[in-house]
């Protein structure tokens, strides 16, 4: 039987974000200690602003190359575009990927399986303690690894933008950025991109283009993982290790292309920190119609940021949650695929989004 993270059910937007956890602070036990040792997240960068985030976390004692920790189905974190979403756990690997939409077959599967289902995995090489946050009213993840010698923190996103803004440049219809910023000390980091796809039934075929990066074809799609470092190709995998001292930084960009044409958008660090602030801005605007000002003000915003994340902008849709094939109880009969659009769970959703003043969402679902 293929080994699963535990415990198993689907995630939900309440528990995939844990009611602003990642802005507050949440606790996980230390195995190796009476008490859980604490790591903060401190503002590292100038896109840090807001609420600073802390997380109670165990060292991690794993290399990319062999994990054998089963990560917890609540301690993912969701990153989107309105159209499909991958999840990324706390060691900064990320498990579950399906494109070009939610509801297709995937590329990272480690969340069903680490070792067949393929994952995408960026992490300090040795012990380190690890703590993670949203960017203030924003889907931009940053995980913070801190090790004896020093600390890196990996920023994760799927680009967005509005339709204005994208349409006089050239850019991927899909897309995860991926920058690695090197802010104390020094720090030995390991990357592995491990593809497999339907759901770990194919092992890809990965193939170096030049400068270009590297290319796996699947069906009528197109993957290319571009990054700032060179890796390394072993089969199926590439991999690579760096040593990286304070203000060093590394990019990775995953596209993939199916019915347009391939953009290999430019690593250059300058443009991909514009790219991820654009990001953080459409967000935060997106957030600031929110019509709240109650109590926990933070933790609702992000609930609604989780469930803006769920919606598929084509139709206006929402799904039930980004997974499938999560059982609530091994060998039972309660095994969905959440990635649709169930009325029940969306008319939910969508009354909650009205009472925070979404009439567009609203208007998108029902149209």
Known sequence: MPRMPRPFGNI????????????????????QASQPTSATLDDHAELSQGTPGQETLSPGTQSCASRDSIPNVQDYGIIGDCRTAALVSCDGSIDWLCWPRFDKLSIFA??????????????????????????????????????????????????????????????????????????????EMEVLFAPRARYGLRLGKLQQVRKLGLRMEVGRGVYWLRSSLPLTLDGGDAFARISMRIGDTVRFSLTYAEESPVVLPSLDDAVVM??????????????????????????VVRSALTLKLLSYAPSGAIIAAPTTSLPERIGGSWNWDYRYCWLRDASLTIRALLGLGYREEADDFLD
């Open 12 to 31: 939900s937007p309440v528990n995939a974000v844990s009611t602003g956890s990642y802005e507050r602070g949440m606790e996980t036990q230390n195995p």
């Open 274 to 299: 514009k790219r991820i602030e654009h990001s953080v801005q459409w967000w935060r605007r997106w957030a600031g119609h929110a019509k709240y000002d109650g109590s926990f003000r933070d933790e």
């Open 110 to 187: 480690a969340l069903l399986d680490l070792e067949k289902g393929g994952n995408c995995r960026i992490a300090p090489k040795g012990p380190h303690a690890r703590s993670r946050k949203y960017v203030y009213e924003s889907n931009v993840l940053q995980t913070k690894f801190q090790s004896d010698s020093g600390s890196v923190v990996v920023t994760d996103l799927m680009p967005v933008g509005s339709e204005s803004y994208k349409s006089p440049l050239l850019l991927p219809d899909h897309e995860i950025l991926r920058r690695v910023e090197c802010v104390a000390g020094e720090v």
